[in-house]
Nanobody
Framework: QGQLVESGGGSGQAGGSLRLACAAS????????MGWFRQAPGKEREGVAI????????VYADSVKGRFTISQDNPKNTIALQIDSLKPEDTAMYYC??????????????????WGQGTQVTVSS
């Protein structure tokens, strides 16, 4: 049974950086659709970064372009999300996901086989 576990969330100041990690166990996330999503209180879950396979170019939400970077470490079977130039509006629970069951791999994909439990990011101004 595959599992994703996030880490690295926490509190940060506006303008600062955080790095989130997502470790996969029981399943290889090499060359699969994988991404990061976030959900703020009272809002719907939104996709912030997604990549269809190990070699494809990632896609970012407009609100995070130039600030967020998704990366993959195949030997460690992990994916990461580097968050730079933090903004208060980045405050949310962040989730990683892998293996979409949808026909396509996009920021609007929500039907993933594996989701992490989430890690909280809180940004103060």
């Amino acid at each position: 049974q595959g599992q994703l576990v996030e880490s690295g969330g926490g509190s940060g100041q506006a303008g600062g950086s955080l790095r989130l990690a997502c470790a996969a166990s029981g399943v290889s996330i090499r060359n699969v659709c994988m991404g990061w999503f976030r959900q703020a209180p009272g809002k719907e879950r939104e996709g912030v970064a997604i990549r269809n396979s190990g070699g494809s170019r990632p896609v970012y939400a407009d609100s995070v372009k130039g600030r967020f970077t998704i990366s993959q470490d195949n030997p460690k079977n992990t994916i990461a999300l580097q968050i730079d130039s933090l903004k208060p509006e980045d405050t949310a629970m962040y989730y990683c996901a892998a293996f979409t069951l949808d026909a396509s791999c996009t920021l609007t994909s929500r039907n993933f086989r594996y989701w992490g439990q989430g890690t909280q990011v809180t940004v103060s101004s």
